[in-house]
């Protein structure tokens, strides 16, 4: 698949069937995705793969504390959205809400949809990753767990491999510490879960919306 294409259609899916993707295929994910440039070329980035039982026991794990009430927290600082960023936000719910068939009022649907996140989407793999508490949450270091990121997501679509980054499959941290050998010394940034794709399941026809360049950028050229 050439770069542009694979630019233009990497989406999230959020619907994926079963069948397992080889462990050859995620480690030659990796191994491509790794020239992902970094500051300084630090390669601030440890990544965990998890399929099968450990997975299966986390998305359990996470099932269990939302059921018990507790609160989804992130490793890292979160501030909640406004203004144009919020309605960005609502844009996409209500989109995925349109294309999944739930309506607004319907509280349950509504938070079966939730749990899927958390779920991992029901994805058969998911690439976690991590940064080592010596680093801090600069935009440096972030932005190269971005770059990583984006270049996995990019990669597997040459596997025929779709892909959805995510914050909620790690939002119970120590839920995924228990089934895995991630250490406190880090912090989990975000995961992707990766499959793959269900072709019929209703959100992954989500074409979510981007502004025009013209609304992004700022032309000084005189
Ligand atoms: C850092 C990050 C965190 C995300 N977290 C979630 C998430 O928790 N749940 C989810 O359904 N999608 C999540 N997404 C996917 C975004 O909603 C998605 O990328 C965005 O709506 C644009 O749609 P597209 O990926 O289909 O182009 C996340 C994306 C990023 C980059």
Redesign the pocket.
Known sequence: MDIINAIRS???I?GYQPDPVPKETLREILDIARHAPSTLNTQPWEITVVTGEVLDNIRKGNIEMLNSGATPESEFPYKPYEGKYKQRQVE?AVQIFNLMGIAREDREKRAEWMER?FRFFDAPAAFILSMDKSLDESAMNLLDIGAI?QTICLTALNYGLGT?????GISFPEVVRKFTDIPESTRMV?CIAIGYPDRDFPANK?E?RREPVDNITAWCLE
């Open positions: 990497r989406k999230s959020r996409l996140g990121t959805c980054i995510n914050g909620q975000v989500l979510t």
